[in-house]
């Protein structure tokens, strides 16, 4: 499982997102290529995240040669993920009687975001014991995020600013705190690319922080990393 530390800033985020994160030294993290089959171009998607008083704070730079997008998808709720797609899933842990800790079946929150700001959001609940329907999708949940993107010099640039109130928080996680969490891109122009030149096959690019699984899915909580607040 991929471990990343990620800061508690005792700041507001909602604002001026990246340029705090810029001015806190917040450390990047780089999606990687896990399916062989889903490279059909190779370019660079990073992110900086943080969690500050107000919520956490996601802030994308991803490669897009040309400025060149694929975005059919004008409305919240469309299904974005058919698009050029930046994907946030966050997972926080389920809290029992005993004050143990457990992800089985706590749900995760997720933001799927195109390049004209068409957001999918949605709840996933894991139900690791019925082979038949594993997840649980909730698409009538509502999140109160606020994003904004632009694109420049061949690179894509979103902020994206969720308040704790979306998880049912009051205040930041205290430090030390573990929550699981995926970040994911789906290049679909690279799949229109691809289809100009023949031979080369027709699937889109895929980049992730999931760990080893040879099955090509976003959905694989098990799998997903550990953000561990500092």
């Known amino acids: 499982m991929k471990t990343f530390d990620i800061p508690l800033l005792p ?23 896990l399916w062989p089959e889903y490279k059909p171009r190779a370019v660079f998607t990073g992110a900086f995240i943080a969690g ?24 919240n709720k469309e299904n974005v993920f058919e698009d050029d797609c930046l994907e946030v899933f ?18 995760y929150y997720c933001w799927e975001i195109n390049p004209v700001g068409a957001c999918l959001d949605y709840t996933a609940t894991p139900t690791p014991d019925n082979a038949y329907t594993p997840i649980n999708f909730d698409y009538k ?4 995020a606020v994003w904004r993107q ?11 600013f969720i308040p704790w109130s979306d998880f049912g928080l009051k205040e930041q996680p205290a430090p030390g705190t573990i929550w699981r969490a995926t970040l994911n891109r789906i290049d679909q122009s690279a799949k229109t690319a ?21 099955k090509p899915s976003f959905h694989q909580s098990a799998h997903f990393a550990e953000f561990t607040f500092r």
């Open 141 to 144: 949940w509502k999140s109160h």
């Open 90 to 107: 966050l997972q926080p842990p389920l809290t029992n009687a005993d004050a143990t800790s457990t992800f089985k079946s706590a749900p």
């Open 150 to 160: 632009t694109a420049e010099d061949e690179f894509w640039y979103l902020e994206l």
């Open 194 to 214: 691809r289809r100009r030149a023949p031979g080369t096959g027709d699937t889109p690019g895929y980049q992730t922080l999931l760990d080893s699984t040879d």
């Open 52 to 75: 500050g008083k107000d919520g956490i704070a996601i802030s994308w730079c991803a490669e897009s040669p040309h400025n060149a997008y694929v975005a059919n998808h004008t409305k």
């Open 11 to 33: 700041i507001n985020l909602e604002r001026n997102t990246d340029e705090k994160l810029n001015d806190r030294d917040v450390p990047g993290i780089e999606l990687e290529y």
